[in-house]
């Protein structure tokens, strides 16, 4: 091991975990180091998801620690690399939390149960209008999950569960603590997505075979550095009348113009009021 790369043992790891959850804590013990980083088993015990089997912690911990020494040995080039100014990001910091400030009060704004509203006539209007864009896109339901290539053993156990009809919907907890918070993955089985929007984010090739006779399809397909663990459930073109699942998207896009036009008007009071005031410089 190279002298400022340093690990210890994954089942070794995940032996401590148990150890350190079944007593009072002892002297934390360094799980992995990169330089003068230090990753602590403390912190790993509080990532670790409950529940999970011997072999599938292994599983999370190998693929956690692996992208944490990931991580390290990027932010240590990048300290040496960058200079200053452009590790300087203050301005982009106060954007951020500027804009998290607008989106809560805009949320709770829209909070307003008698406003937003919809009623049927107002829904059937906003169908009538929108429904032939709606019926000629193609529509899917499907889970996926993207993960690195270098997480082969995770890709095993993930595609054991999704690629067994019975296992794949009765393990979807399992799903999420296998991923955990550092892998993509959709496994709804009831949401209908667009296929092109589908496309954009994922570009897997076997998706654009789909058809209404053969809708369902395991994919396993690698693209560059990420492999796409793939189970395409459904498949719908040209409908001619809105199924719930449409019915309810038709809610949600009218639910959001409403928002939309209830923020604009909450602007407008604000520009006229401000204007009045003075408080405005041109």
Known sequence: MKKHLSIIGFYECVLLCSLFLGCNRPKDVVVAGVYDRKLYLSELQEVLPA????SDSATFVQHYVT???EDQLLLYE????????EKDFDKALQKYHNQLLINAYCEKLSQD???MQISKTELATFIKNYNSGMEQREIVRLNYVKLPL?????????RAILFDNSRRNT??????????????????DLT????????NELNIDELNNASPSSPYKQIETIDGKWRYIVVLLDYRTHTDNLDETQTKAATEMLRQWKKSELIRSKINSLYEQADKQKKIAR
Request: hydrophobic fraction near 40%.
């Open 51 to 54: 529940g999970l089997t011997a």
């Open 67 to 69: 992208h944490w020494i």
């Open 78 to 85: 990048a300290d040496r690399e960058l200079s200053m100014h």
């Open 113 to 115: 149960t008698a406003q």
């Open 150 to 158: 270098s997480a082969t053993k995770l890709a095993t156990s993930l």
């Open 171 to 188: 393990e979807k907890q399992r799903i999420e603590q296998l991923c955990g918070d550092s892998i993509e993955y959709f496994i709804d």
């Open 192 to 199: 209908w997505l667009y296929l092109d929007e589908v496309q």
